[in-house]
């Protein structure tokens, strides 16, 4: 599997003939725009920069409800969370993605999160390989709120986002404060291949990518 970062929480996952996108932004959050074909998106909640599908070239499908889908070999389960600690009522609510590819492997997108998830949902996301965590704090968890969840959930993978960068418009916190909590620690360059196989002899390992 090939894995790419494009910025804030738009990722893309390419296997078996599936390109999947999750929260495409908009040219206003100071990335530059995907040049690439999906065959799938996610979006997480219905906001600026996370929503921006008509910006992507090509036919795909979009995933943007809490359900169940099936597709291409491809299983998704949209799970419903909020966007803020108060049920919704600043920011709305928000989607956790557990999407499972057709290798088997597991990726969980946790969208713009705003609480600790409770035990139930811990329960279902804790076979997770990959998982993406917003890290940065005021729109979304903390890095406190995420190191937590991420030692209930016990992936091999942790890909932060939601966090401040050279390009990003609007004030977030810095990446280092979720990263200085862990000591396994790896920069990569995106695209990233993973092999199944390999990661999952590892347990929490953080990976940035340089941009």
């Given at each position: ?29 100071g990335y530059p725009i995907p040049n690439v074909k999906p065959t799938h998106v996610t979006e997480s909640h219905q906001h600026f920069d996370h929503n921006a599908h008509n910006l992507l070239r090509g036919n ?52 713009d999160l705003g609480h600790m998830i409770d035990d139930q949902t811990i329960l279902k996301l804790r076979e997770a390989d990959v998982v993406m965590i917003p890290v940065g704090g005021v729109f979304t968890i ?70």
């Open positions: 599997m090939k894995v790419w970062w494009f910025g804030h929480s738009c990722f893309a996952f390419e296997e078996e003939g599936i390109f999947l996108i999750t929260d495409p932004f908009d040219k206003s959050v795909f499908k979009v995933i943007k409800d809490p359900g169940i889908y099936e597709d291409d070999g491809l299983s998704i389960e949209g799970i419903p969370s909020y966007h803020d600690d108060v049920k919704g009522e600043k920011r709305g609510p928000n989607i956790i993605f557990k999407i499972t590819f057709p290798s088997s492997l597991m990726v969980v997108h946790f969208g903390d890095a406190k709120v995420a190191k937590k969840i991420v030692d209930a959930i016990d992936p091999h993978l942790v890909f932060p986002m939601h966090y401040m960068t050279k390009y990003l418009k609007f004030d977030v916190e810095k990446i280092e404060n979720f990263t200085s909590q862990f000591e396994d620690l790896s920069k990569v360059r995106t695209p990233l291949e993973i092999d199944q196989k390999e990661i999952r002899s590892s347990h929490k390992k953080i990976v940035t990518f340089e941009i």
